[in-house]
């Protein structure tokens, strides 16, 4: 007869197969936590692009509803015509959540990183010149990816 004897396991540790799929379980887990938190990440992103442009609209309409045209660009992008014109404006909504630089400036046409102001006259036509006329505007936030099938957000005059 066959003797089979009892194995001491005491003090073998692991075998190599063992310690590979603890290995591999751990990969799988640490590869979630980090698509999933990088996602979370540009969700927020994207959350504070929506309210920084809503919260330069709110300032833009209640310049025009005291002056009766909108800023020019240039004006936007002044930081004594702003302390002196919108002193509610957090300077923190002019820049992207994801810009390094920390650029305080709007731009004319949307690009990533930044917020673009777009400001014409009744006719569509450019009034950085005669700013008094501008009569419409655009604000565009550029997203990180795409949030309800858009890859920008946008808001316009209100009237």
């Known amino acids: 007869m066959i003797s089979l004897k009892k194995r001491n396991l005491n003090g073998r540790g692991f075998t190599i197969v063992e310690l590979l799929i603890v290995i591999v379980v751990i990969g799988i887990l640490a590869l979630l936590v980090i698509t999933t938190y ?6 927020a992103r994207n ?10 609209q709110t300032q833009i309409e209640a310049f025009f509803s005291q002056n009766a045209y909108y800023p020019s660009l240039t004006d936007m ?10 002193k509610s404006l957090d300077i923190n909504a ?6 390094t630089s920390q650029s ?3 731009v004319a046409a949307p690009v990533a990183k930044s917020y673009a102001y777009a400001v014409t006259d009744s ?11 501008c009569a419409q505007y655009t604000l565009t936030a550029e997203y990180e990816g795409t949030v309800n099938g858009s ?4 808001k316009s005059n209100l009237d």
């Open 38 to 43: 990088s996602g979370i990440q540009s969700k």
């Open 47 to 56: 959350a504070k692009r929506q309210t920084d442009i809503q919260s330069l």
């Open 77 to 86: 992008n002044s930081s004594s015509w702003r302390n002196t014109n919108m």
């Open 94 to 99: 002019l820049i992207d959540p994801s810009n």
């Open 104 to 106: 305080t400036t709007l």
């Open 123 to 133: 006719s569509g036509n450019p009034c950085e010149t005669t700013d008094t006329n």
């Open 151 to 154: 890859s920008t957000y946008t």
